[in-house]
C-alpha cells in the first residue's frame, strides 16, 4: 500500500485540540476522508475516520445514538449504561468506519499525515497563503455511471 496524496485543511480554533481533517489516498485509487488530526499530550495523533453507535429502543424500535436519555421515535426513557465499555472501562461511543488493522501501518498513516499536517501548518504562516480545497462528495455523478457504481 502506498499513500499517494494527503490532503490537510487546518482548524482554526486554537483551544480545541483538533487540528485539521485530512483526505488520504491510497495508490491513486482509493481516498479515505475525515481522518483528524489531534494535539494529545505526547504530539500529535491521527484518528480514523468514525461514526456515532447507535441502539434501538426497547418499546418501539427507533434508532438512537447511545447518549440519548429518550427516544427520538417515541420519548420512552432509555438506559443511560447502554454502551458497551472499552478494555480502560470507558464508554464506546464511535466505532471507526476505516482503520489500519495493525501497529506498523498505523504508525506509517500517522507519521505521513502528520507530517503532511506540519507542512501545511508552515505554509499557512507564508503570505499569500490559499487553504487546502477538498473535493466535493460525489453528489454529481452522471446519471449513466451512477447506476453502474
Known sequence: MEITEVRVKLINNKDER???????????????????????????????????????????????????????????????????KDMKGRMKLHADIAHPINALCRQSIQDKIVKAFEEELERSTQPGYKPVEFDEPDDDVPEDTAEHS
Open 18 to 84: 483538533l487540528k485539521a481533517f485530512c483526505s488520504m489516498t491510497i495508490d491513486n485509487d482509493f481516498v479515505i476522508r475525515d481522518i483528524k488530526v489531534i494535539m494529545g499530550t505526547n504530539g500529535y495523533f491521527v484518528a480514523m475516520p468514525s461514526r456515532k453507535m447507535s441502539d434501538h429502543c426497547p418499546k418501539c424500535g427507533g434508532k438512537n445514538h447511545l447518549r440519548a436519555r429518550f427516544c427520538n421515535n417515541c420519548g420512552a426513557s432509555l438506559s443511560e449504561d447502554r454502551a458497551k
